[in-house]
T-cell receptor
Framework: DGGITQSPKYLFRKEGQNVTLSCEQN?????MYWYRQDPGQGLRLIYY???????QKGDIAEGYSVSREKKESFPLTVTSAQKNPTAFYLC?????????????FGPGTRLTVL | AQKITQTQPGMFVQEKEAVTLDCTYD???????LFWYKQPSSGEMIFLIY??????QNATEGRYSLNFQKARKSANLVISASQLGDSAMYFC?????????????FGKGITLSVRP
């Protein structure tokens, strides 16, 4: 079955630690995205990538980093510089970066900083 | 200014009745796409329906239809024959062609509760 997987589902981190969230897709999509969702809020774009080895900052990129070494994978690192990292993180992909392309979402990772 | 506005904080509907979820948007582009997503308590975002700015007919997808009024910049989602499984958060989103790359901008969402 084609789809997007994110792991882990729940993640706990101590303050000051970096943590990496995994996102893998087998849909052969070119574009991938990372969003952050806070309680009672919509999604905000952190980073996106249109092709391998290229990515751009979204609206709230500070304190986050990404890589896109393979088409299928777009891991997100939450660094210690992110002031308030506790949130729900969603990864998405679309067949292209065009504005008509529907985005498909993974199941999400809930990150809690202790 | 907000790009996507969803002002209804929470909606209730009786099972088997229809319900309309409101969405207004703001853009100066002539070409754009409007999307509705459903987010159940499990957290995943489920795509429901899409409307392109140049589509002359309102989009429909099973029990979902989009009441698109371009001049008023509104894209309301209509769910017919509500089911208990429709209880979830619903997000309206817009995609504009900002140069070579385009991003999806989401509203804050509406909570829908279906009563038996």
């Amino acid at each position: 079955d084609g789809g997007i997987t994110q792991s882990p589902k729940y993640l706990f981190r101590k303050e000051g630690q970096n943590v990496t969230l995994s996102c893998e897709q087998n849909l052969n999509h070119d574009a991938m995205y990372w969003y952050r969702q806070d309680p009672g809020q919509g999604l905000r774009l952190i980073y996106y990538s249109q092709i391998v080895n290229d990515f751009q900052k979204g609206d709230i990129a500070e304190g986050y980093s990404v890589s896109r070494e393979k088409k299928e994978s777009f891991p997100l690192t939450v660094t210690s510089a992110q002031k308030n990292p506790t949130a729900f993180y969603l990864c998405a992909s679309s067949i292209s970066g065009g504005f008509l392309a529907e985005q498909f979402f993974g199941p999400g990772t809930r990150l809690t900083v202790l | 200014a907000q790009k996507i506005t969803q002002t209804q904080p929470g909606m209730f509907v009786q099972e088997k009745e229809a319900v309309t979820l409101d969405c207004t948007y703001d853009t100066s582009d002539q070409s754009y796409g409007l999307f509705w997503y459903k987010q159940p308590s499990s957290g995943e975002m489920i795509f429901l329906i899409y409307q392109g700015s140049y589509d002359e007919q309102n989009a429909t997808e099973g029990r979902y239809s989009l009441n698109f009024q371009k001049a008023r910049k509104s894209a309301n989602l209509v769910i017919s024959a509500s089911q208990l499984g429709d209880s979830a958060m619903y997000f309206c989103a817009m995609r504009e062609p900002t140069g070579a790359n385009s991003k999806l901008t989401f509203g804050k969402g509406i909570t829908l509760s279906v009563r038996p």
